[in-house]
C-alpha cells in the first residue's frame, strides 16, 4: 500500500515462521529510494549498506498495518532460553535469556546479563549458523515467556521492554 508516497513492504519470512503481523523487518519505498525501519533507533535510515531482503521476502503492507507494527515494537524481537545445568556439564546452574533484533542494518543479539542489563553475544548467531548441535538448549520462547523467566531469575521486570 502506499501513503504519502511510500510504498511500504514487510519482511516476511515462512520458513523463519514469520507474518505480516510479525515480520523481522520493515522498508519503505518512494520512487527509486529505498530505506528501512532500524530496530535499534526506530528511525527510518536510507538503505545504504543494508542488505535488501530478497523481493520473495518482501510483503506489500498497508499504512495502518504499518502502524500497528510501530506501536508495538515487542513484536520484532525474537526471544530464546538456555537452561544451563551441572549436571550437563555447564560450571553453574543457570537460565539465560537471549533476544535478537533484526535489524537491516545489523542483526542485534544480546543476553540478559548478571548486571542486569542487555549485553552483546554471539550465541545466537553462532546457533543459527551452526546448529542446535552446538547449543543443543536454546529453546525459541515468546516475549511474555522472556519477561517471566528474568524476573523468577533476577527479580527485573519489563526487562522486554523496547
Same mark, same amino acid.
Given at each position: 500500500?502506499?501513503?504519502?508516497?511510500?510504498?511500504? $513492504?514487510?519482511?516476511?519470512?515462512?520458513? *523463519?515462521?514469520?507474518?505480516?503481523?510479525?515480520?523481522?523487518?520493515?522498508?519503505? *519505498?518512494?520512487?527509486?529510494?529505498?530505506?528501512? !525501519?532500524?530496530?535499534?533507533?526506530? &528511525?527510518?535510515?536510507? *538503505?545504504?549498506? &543494508?542488505?535488501?531482503?530478497?523481493? /520473495? $521476502?518482501?510483503?506489500?503492507?498497508?499504512?495502518?498495518?504499518?502502524?500497528?507494527?510501530?506501536?508495538?515494537?515487542?513484536?520484532?524481537?525474537?526471544?530464546?532460553?538456555?537452561? !544451563?545445568?551441572?549436571?550437563?556439564? /555447564? !560450571?553453574?546452574?543457570?537460565?539465560?535469556?537471549?533476544?535478537?533484533?533484526? /535489524?537491516?542494518?545489523?542483526?542485534?543479539?544480546?543476553?540478559?546479563? *548478571?548486571?542486569?542489563?542487555?549485553?552483546?553475544?554471539?550465541?545466537?548467531? /553462532?546457533?543459527?549458523?551452526?546448529?542446535?548441535?552446538?547449543?543443543?538448549?536454546?529453546?525459541?520462547?515468546?516475549?511474555?515467556? &522472556?519477561?517471566?523467566?528474568?524476573?523468577?531469575?533476577?527479580?527485573?521486570?519489563?526487562?522486554?521492554?523496547?
Amino acid at each position: 500500500m502506499t501513503t504519502d508516497d511510500y510504498e511500504y $513492504l514487510a519482511r516476511v519470512s515462512k520458513a *523463519r515462521k514469520e507474518s505480516v503481523d510479525r515480520p523481522s523487518g520493515l522498508w519503505r *519505498r518512494r520512487g527509486d529510494e529505498l530505506e528501512y !525501519l532500524s530496530l535499534v533507533d526506530w &528511525a527510518w535510515h536510507p *538503505r545504504g549498506d &543494508a542488505n535488501v531482503p530478497h523481493p /520473495d $521476502l518482501l510483503v506489500p503492507v498497508s499504512a495502518e498495518q504499518v502502524a500497528t507494527l510501530l506501536a508495538d515494537h515487542e513484536r520484532f524481537a525474537r526471544y530464546w532460553v538456555q537452561y !544451563l545445568s551441572v549436571a550437563k556439564g /555447564d !560450571l553453574a546452574e543457570e537460565t539465560r535469556v537471549y533476544r535478537q533484533l533484526p /535489524d537491516p542494518g545489523g542483526v542485534v543479539d544480546e543476553v540478559f546479563g *548478571r548486571d542486569n542489563e542487555w549485553i552483546s553475544t554471539r550465541t545466537i548467531r /553462532d546457533f543459527q549458523a551452526a546448529g542446535p548441535h552446538d547449543v543443543p538448549d536454546l529453546q525459541p520462547i515468546d516475549t511474555a515467556t &522472556a519477561d517471566r523467566l528474568i524476573e523468577e531469575t533476577r527479580g527485573i521486570s519489563g526487562a522486554t521492554e523496547l
